[in-house]
């Protein structure tokens, strides 16, 4: 039910990996049509990769993504946040196959033009769409769904039945399930769409572009440029602010444009529709994501707020294991409750993680000069403490890892989340702390932990992983976790450690992706001891490790000039 990214991502891989099944696409508008939302993470390019429309959405040239530049945290002063370093930013002709750079930055889409490749994408691989069809009655026996009917009266029955409906949620009202709200982030957003010729063109860097996220003293201002000549600028702020402060969406959305400096001069001359749109955008769980023959999937599980524009991501990812759990329910080869349970529990626990990391942002940005008593409300709900080694072992409480076996959270590595928190940090110092730095011994920590088989998703299969979980927190035996984990069974001594980990990523790691490989790990092993699961101390006789995060680095750096990043 739906016919956006979650409906066709889940029907194109089905129909990828069994042809044999029959996959119908109820989609209630006429597409294409128009939809906020559009800038991603680099997660999704694989996504569309292995959809098989990678080569369909780079024809249509939309702006390729590099990261963000901010103006957030302690004070107005613009950083930046990318996803690569400047040097690995390569003017490539387009359109480029998905390699090298190009597997590591994100795109900014119109949805329209998206969301309507990925809805014929899934066509062609067999999926019947049935567009201006809404479901207006489910059949129900129980937790068990029995039919759709459509608005056109026609009955669609199968085994499987999938809400991919977007935050409405269809199936999920119908089935009863109960939905959450974990944080006070309560928003409401105003946005509009801009033109002029050459708009966005001193934005360019190496014709790819960043988001400009841009703080007001009520909320904040996002700018995401769609072509040279278009850019999709919206105003994110607290619905009791909006509510409270006695002007419509417009004014409001007027006056903040004209208090942010970047903003108001890039828009100067540009031509706007004229009709500002708004939504909602209140954060919510739900308590379930499955039942008897059904799956919620994408933003029918739940929503995070969008600071961290990682709503797409999200939903890619969730469409992706949805479409490989029931992928893995017809072959029969794994428990079917263990499939359903480990979604279920996988995709709520993305969503609360994002949830947990946007309580962060707000809460530390000091930029919000009419919120202070509202971010600080969502510190005090969320038991935030705002010093670097306080805050990161909140964030990490049960990992911050979106893929398994990986420390990687909404487009950032662990070395970009200590420097965020640098960034946001309101303590004297700002200093970022690494547990393992100046430290030479390392234990492994694991009594008292329980084995588990978690639930990890790769080429069309769920495939069983083994993990540790104590006190609520997963610690996956995978990637490069495994690897250090493994090494820690052996030796304890930092040499001894370095020595066998060079000497697995020489044996593992192919040409060039050596020193990716010893960060991970290096990574897991700082994520491990912030989480418990590994015990530091120092011995004399021994050289220490060092490991610390710059002020500025490849990744998270100071902007230029008025708040652009140009080199």
């Known amino acids: 039910v739906g016919g956006g990214p979650a409906g066709s991502t889940v029907g194109s ?51 390729v993504k590099l990261g ?98 977007g935050n409405i949620g269809v199936l999920r009202r119908a089935m009863g399930v109960p939905i959450d709200s974990p944080t006070i982030l309560q928003n409401v957003a105003f946005w509009d769409y801009w033109k002029k010729q050459g708009l966005n063109v001193e934005l360019l860097e190496e014709k790819a572009i960043r988001v400009q996220v841009r703080s007001v003293p009520f909320g904040w201002l996002w700018y995401i440029a769609l072509s040279d000549d278009e850019t999709s600028v919206g105003l994110v702020c607290p619905s009791s602010y909006f509510k409270d402060c006695g002007k419509d969406a417009e004014t409001l959305y007027k006056e903040a444009i004209q208090l942010e400096p970047l903003i108001s001069r890039l828009l100067t001359d540009a031509a706007a529709t004229g009709d500002v749109r708004a939504t909602k955008d209140w954060s919510f769980l739900s308590d379930r994501a499955y039942g008897d023959n059904w799956f919620l999937c994408g933003e029918s599980v739940g929503f995070a707020d969008p600071i961290l524009a990682a709503g797409m991501t999200l939903t890619h990812s969730c469409a992706q294991h949805c479409a490989y759990t029931i992928l893995e329910l017809e072959r029969g080869e794994h428990d079917a409750s263990w499939l359903r349970e480990q979604y279920n529990e996988i995709q709520r626990k993305r969503i609360q993680q994002h949830m947990k ?23 005090g709900n ?132 050596e020193v990716f490989l010893y960060r991970a790990a290096m990574q897991c092993l700082e994520s491990m001891a912030a989480r418990g699961w590994v015990k530091t101390s120092t011995d004399p006789k021994l050289p220490l490790l060092r490991m610390d995060t710059p002020e500025e680095g490849e990744y998270i750096f100071s902007a230029t000039g008025d708040g652009i990043s140009l080199g």
């Open 357 to 379: 990391f946007a309580d962060y942002w707000y809460s530390a940005n000091g930029c919000f000069t009419d919120l202070q008593e509202h971010c600080s409300e969502i510190a």
């Open 68 to 165: 963000a530049t901010y103006t957030w945290g302690k004070s107005q002063e613009p950083w930046v946040f990318s996803f690569i370093p400047r040097d690995d930013i390569l003017d490539t002709p387009r359109p480029a196959p998905f390699e090298g750079w190009r597997k590591r930055v994100a795109l900014q889409v119109d949805r329209a033009r998206y969301d309507d490749i990925l809805l014929k994408h899934s066509a062609k691989l067999g999926c019947e769409v049935f567009e201006e069809t809404g479901v207006t009655k489910v059949l129900r026996d129980g937790d068990t769904i029995l039919g759709l009917v459509s608005s056109s009266e026609k009955t669609f029955k199968g085994r499987y039945y999938i809400d991919a409906s």
């Open 382 to 513: 969320s038991g935030l403490k705002l010093s670097p080694e306080e805050a990161f072992r909140w964030l990490s409480n049960g990992a911050i890892d979106d893929n398994v076996g990986q420390v990687g959270f909404g487009g950032f590595n662990l070395a970009g989340v200590k420097q965020v928190q640098h960034r946001l940090s309101h303590d004297v110092s700002g200093k970022v702390v690494y547990r393992i730095d100046g430290r030479n011994v390392f234990k492994l920590r694991t009594e008292g932990a329980t084995e588990k088989v978690i639930a990890r998703v790769e080429a069309g299969e769920v495939r069983p992983v083994r993990a540790l979980e104590r006190d609520g927190d997963v610690l996956v035996l995978a990637g490069a976790y495994l690897l250090v984990y493994d090494i820690l069974l052996k030796v304890k001594k930092v040499t001894d450690f370095l020595s066998l980990l060079k000497a697995e990523i020489k044996l593992r790691g192919t040409p060039g992706e």
């Open 13 to 63: 891989l089905l129909r990828k990996y069994n042809p044999s099944l029959t996959v119908a696409i109820l989609e209630k508008e006429r597409f294409p049509r128009e939809h906020v939302g559009e800038s991603q993470l680099p997660a999704v390019g694989a996504v569309l990769h292995e959809m098989g429309v990678w080569d369909d959405i780079e024809a249509c040239n939309f702006v």
